[in-house]
């Protein structure tokens, strides 16, 4: 019997999402059929919805906040890598003057033969970061540089040095009906082809991967990770230690940046608890900058040929693609074309190419963006070429309706009525032209029963949520709190949030956007739950049932009096009262979809483009607080423009070398790149269920920013970053012919 | 591709390609400045500018630096090619990791703190340099009430998300606001203009140094 068949009592069937090293992967799960213990209403909230401040904003703020990489312990020792500068070597590494050197106590090799350019070959430890700095210095180290692949070309020259035993290009996979689809072509109007290419694009999270152990000998540690997922640092901690999971405590209270790359205890963690094991000492291993463009993982770059046509009257029929994948040692990660858009026949070709570099990882909306900048283009290259509206175009051709609500609102927001390229681009003559581009991307979203959230209130009056999940940066602390202090009456600050430490409840790691739609549910779950507690608490004082109490900001009111919040709390036992929440199916949402617009100044003279203004709609289900999402928002449209314009890695394949593993030459946007924002929470999305919405905005930016550069001036670039000397050579291109 | 090649020390560690900083890289300076005795202390900029006149060869040894934090003394004891940054967050009796290390190489401004007045990037200043002056950080721009008015609009605004760009944002917006507490937007953007914030909380951040300035108030 298939799964959907069947029928078990007291359960039901719901779609959710699994994180798999960062990867979602869609899934159905069996969960028990309860009602939901709902949200308050939204016109009934006093704080969810609402535009809250960070509860740990004072504690960054002022410097208190501390980062893994802020630990400082007694007896600590500094552990830095040295990276192999070449793509691949056979390695030998003569340790004893690094040992010898001040201050130093391990230097090891790490292993005889690289598999890529930047694998760490060797770690040392000292008592101070300089000292380490030296101990690094006094390796003598041997390379015997061996042949590598770091391009295509190279990956797939006849007698290239292979990545993997299996050959470097993996075996293709063919997708679709070609005698369809061939058909279909033949019934276009129009029909456009184009190759479009990305780099790899780094997460550049501003505090490294890194990793500090508190062991000194014994039976217990203490590992701060800066990582996405707390409840990962003890298994993989326990094994390089030598202890057992439940001897091992993991925390992460502050982290700065993830974007995917910082899953589990990673390399420098395990390293960090390895030198730690043999020196029963503290250990500090946080990665230096190079390191982290080097070896801690990155977005796969793609090449892409595609082809498609549509019907004189707007409709595409047909799509035909190619795609290779560039994650290094990794298989790369696309999302896979046809992109969102509706394409009745389509075949498509799919195949990674292996290199001797750091494998990809998950990074925001793994392989979406990739994807949707080739499909957004081609999209609007169909819209050009029957000379139609890029939005109604848009609006004809897409599957999902919130899209096509969120196009026109979009569409006034960015003033595209008023634009007059709205049918034909622009053209090269003058000194400037202004342009506007569309991109909309969606993401599955979808909690999952992991989180085990325990709410207490004490006898004194103080209130604590807690929860083993982490907060990158998005504010889960803020609505842990918000959410408990709502069901309860309590103001904001009546709420301890506290996270981030293994010895709290189970949390799933944040990947996916799914931190929210896991916790939130099990958040309010356990509120509830204290709610009913508090109730019968007060019932029983007031002499009245537990339905006829309200909990308010000042206590609890019955139809016969009223307790303060001090006088409630005081009739409690001794312990207090706890209650500990489980995910609610009811109160997470599945699909949000994403609409983004940009508006573009191109320097016709120069090649230099300024984006003007960007505006998102983004469906979040119920808004948790709407301050942080439109936070997000903003951010992840500042990536996407940073993507679009700047960010690539740059190498030289032919002398084996990284050209580009530091700030100064990987450009990401700063001060002044930065355009006028309008990002909202789409407000037309009325479920009940929340949503995380840590990728889909950051998905469609690239492409409306290079769609919006050919709204200005007719010029169709193809390949990431859109800089100004490719700008300037599609103009002069286009005026020349 | 077969060549042998020796590496001795690892030199093609981007640690050693860092560039000059003041005219003076590290290594130069490391190797200048070893005329300052072990035990020394180094109490002004005059002192220290002397101390690398009259260096002469000797890597070795320690200096001790006094310098005033956050209004208060402190006094830490270092090697001389020590710079600010490390010395605040690893070398003090009670570390000031407030200030945070992202580039270690002046491209991102995390580490930015205010020298005499001035915003400086403590990973491209050595810790003798800041001997006889005012350093302020991160931990010592609010009053008694936790948090200046800049802090304060930056909370309001949202103008943080991860948190580790956010020590940097303060001082250098802190700098730009007390020499204009006028400023205005243009002005507040350029005074960031060497901070990198990569979760994109840049409108935020401009929108609470636009109403700190506004707030009439010098931040403190």
């Known amino acids: 019997m298939s799964r959907l068949q069947e029928s078990r009592p007291g359960k039901k069937l719901v779609k959710t999402t699994r994180v798999v090293n960062g990867i979602d992967v869609e899934e159905e799960i069996w969960v028990d059929d309860l009602e939901s213990p709902a949200f308050k209403l939204r016109e009934d909230c006093r704080l969810l919805g609402k535009r809250l401040k960070r509860v740990d904003g004072p504690a960054k703020l002022t410097g208190a906040a501390e980062y893994t990489s802020d630990v400082r312990l007694e007896g600590m020792l500094y552990a830095k890598v040295l990276l192999c500068p070449y793509g691949r070597a056979n390695i030998t590494v003569d340790v004893s003057a690094a040992q010898d050197s001040k201050g130093c106590h391990y230097a090891r090799q790490l292993l005889e033969e690289t598999k890529y350019l930047g694998q760490p070959v060797a770690v040392v430890a000292a008592e101070t970061p300089e000292l380490a700095e030296d101990a690094l210095r006094a390796l003598v180290v041997e390379y015997e540089a061996l042949p590598w692949a770091l391009d295509r070309d190279q990956a797939i020259a006849e007698g290239a040095p292979l990545v993997r035993r299996r050959g470097n290009i993996g075996r293709p996979?063919?997708?679709?009906?070609?005698?369809?689809?061939?058909?279909?072509?033949?019934?276009?109007?129009?029909?456009?082809?184009?190759?479009?290419?990305?780099?790899?694009?780094?997460?550049?999270?501003?505090?490294?991967?890194?990793?500090?152990?508190?062991?000194?000998?014994?039976?217990?540690?203490?590992?701060?990770?800066?990582?996405?997922?707390?409840?990962?640092?003890?298994?993989?901690?326990?094994?390089?230690?030598?202890?057992?999971?439940?001897?091992?405590?993991?925390?992460?209270?502050?982290?700065?940046?993830?974007?995917?790359?910082?899953?589990?205890?990673?390399?420098?963690?395990?390293?960090?608890?390895?030198?730690?094991?043999?020196?029963?000492?503290?250990i500090h291993l946080m990665w230096n900058r190079e390191a982290e463009f080097l070896t801690s993982g990155n977005r796969s770059g793609a090449w892409q040929r595609v082809r498609a046509g549509a019907s004189a009257e707007g409709v595409i029929l047909a799509m035909d693609s190619e795609v290779e994948r560039y994650g290094g040692?990794?298989?790369?990660?696309?999302?896979?074309?046809?992109?969102?858009?509706?394409?009745?026949?389509?075949?498509?070709?799919?195949?990674?190419?292996?290199?001797?570099?750091?494998?990809?990882?998950?990074?925001?909306?793994?392989?979406?963006?990739?994807?949707?900048?080739?499909?957004?283009?081609?999209?609007?290259?169909?819209?050009?070429?029957?000379?139609?509206?890029?939005?109604?175009?848009?609006?004809?051709?897409?599957?999902?309706?919130?899209?096509?609500?969120?196009?026109?609102?979009?569409?006034?927001?960015?003033?595209?009525?008023?634009?007059?390229?709205?049918?034909?681009?622009?053209?090269?003559?003058?000194?400037?032209?202004?342009?506007?581009?569309?991109?909309?991307?969606?993401?599955?979203?979808?909690?999952?029963?992991?989180?085990?959230?325990?709410v207490r209130v004490q006898p004194d009056g103080s209130v604590s949520a807690e929860v083993g999940s982490q907060d990158l940066g998005t504010g889960t602390r803020t609505y842990l709190a918000a959410i408990v202090a709502e069901e309860l009456g309590r103001p904001l600050d009546g709420v301890q949030a506290r996270l981030g430490d293994t010895r709290m409840g189970n949390a799933n790691a944040s990947g996916g956007s799914t931190t929210t739609p896991s916790l939130a549910p099990a958040i309010q779950d356990a509120a509830r739950q204290m709610r009913g507690v508090l109730c019968a608490a007060a019932a029983e004082t007031l002499g009245c049932s537990a339905e006829e109490v309200v909990l308010q900001p000042d206590g609890a009111r019955g139809p016969n009096g009223s307790l303060t919040w001090l006088e409630l709390c005081a009739s409690l036992p001794p312990e207090g009262a706890s209650t500990r929440g489980k995910w609610q199916s009811d109160l997470a949402v599945s699909g949000v979809a994403c609409t983004q617009a940009a508006k573009v100044r191109v320097d016709l003279l120069t090649g230099r483009v300024k984006v003007e203004k960007m505006v998102c709609l983004q469906e979040c289900g119920r808004p948790l607080n709407r301050l942080a999402l439109e936070s997000q928002i903003r951010g992840a449209m500042t990536q996407a423009l940073s993507y679009a314009l700047l960010e690539e890695r740059r190498l030289d394949p032919r002398l084996g070398i990284a050209l580009s593993a530091d700030l100064e030459t990987y450009k990401i946007a700063g001060s002044l790149e930065i355009p006028e924002f309008v990002a909202l929470v789409d407000d037309e999305d009325l479920r009940e269920g929340v949503a995380g919405i840590g990728e889909p905005p950051v998905i469609p930016g690239a492409g409306a920013i290079a769609n919006a550069i050919y709204n200005a001036c007719g010029v169709r670039l193809r390949h990431l970053p859109l800089t100004s000397d490719k700008v300037l050579n599609a103009i002069e291109q286009r005026k020349s012919s | 591709m077969t060549d042998r090649t020796r590496d001795e020390g690892g030199c093609k560690r981007a640690a050693d390609q860092r560039a000059a900083l003041d005219g003076l890289s590290r290594r130069a300076f490391l190797k200048g400045a070893g005329g300052v005795a072990a035990g020394s202390v180094l109490r002004s900029k005059v002192d220290a500018a002397r101390a690398q006149d009259s260096a002469e060869a000797g890597l070795e040894g320690e200096v001790t630096v006094e310098f005033m934090l956050n209004g208060a003394p402190e006094r830490v004891k270092v090697e001389p090619r020590t710079t600010l940054l490390s010395a605040l967050r690893h070398h003090l009796d009670r570390p000031a990791t407030g200030t945070k290390e992202v580039c270690d190489q002046g491209n991102c401004g995390a580490c930015t703190v205010l020298v005499d007045g001035e915003p400086v990037y403590s990973c491209m200043t050595l810790a003798v340099k800041a001997a006889g002056t005012e350093v302020r950080t991160v931990e010592g721009v609010a009053g008694a009430d936790g948090l200046s008015t800049l802090q304060s609009e930056m909370w309001a605004s949202d103008g943080l998300q991860c948190g580790y760009c956010t020590p940097g944002f303060v001082m250098s917006l802190t700098a730009c606001l007390e020499k204009n507490p006028a400023a205005e937007m243009d002005e507040l953007r350029a005074a960031c203009s060497g901070n990198l914030c990569r979760c994109g909380t840049y409108t935020q951040v401009f929108e609470a140094g636009l109403a700190a300035a506004r707030a009439g108030k010098k931040p403190r």
């Open chain 1, 329 to 454: 040692v990794g298989g790369g990660s696309h999302a896979g074309l046809p992109y969102l858009y509706k394409v009745e026949n389509a075949t498509r070709k799919h195949s990674s190419v292996y290199m001797h570099l750091d494998t990809n990882c998950a990074m925001r909306a793994p392989g979406h963006p990739q994807a949707s900048f080739a499909m957004e283009g081609v999209v609007d290259e169909l819209a050009a070429a029957l000379e139609m509206d890029a939005v109604e175009f848009r609006k004809q051709n897409l599957r999902n309706d919130a899209h096509k609500s969120q196009l026109d609102r979009v569409a006034k927001l960015i003033g595209w009525h008023e634009h007059p390229n709205r049918t034909s681009a622009g053209g090269v003559d003058g000194l400037k032209a202004v342009g506007i581009g569309f991109g909309v991307s969606q993401w599955g979203v979808g909690g999952s029963p992991v989180c085990q959230v325990d």
């Open chain 1, 173 to 282: 996979r063919d997708d679709g009906d070609a005698d369809a689809t061939a058909a279909a072509f033949a019934k276009c109007a129009v029909v456009v082809e184009g190759e479009y290419s990305v780099p790899v694009q780094h997460h550049v999270c501003l505090e490294t991967h890194g990793t500090v152990v508190d062991f000194r000998g014994g039976e217990d540690a203490i590992v701060y990770c800066s990582t996405q997922g707390t409840h990962t640092i003890t298994g993989d901690a326990a094994d390089s230690l030598g202890l057992r999971n439940s001897q091992v405590r993991g925390i992460v209270q502050h982290m700065g940046g993830g974007f995917g790359s910082k899953f589990g205890l990673e390399r420098a963690g395990t390293l960090a608890c390895e030198i730690a094991r043999e020196l029963k000492r503290p």
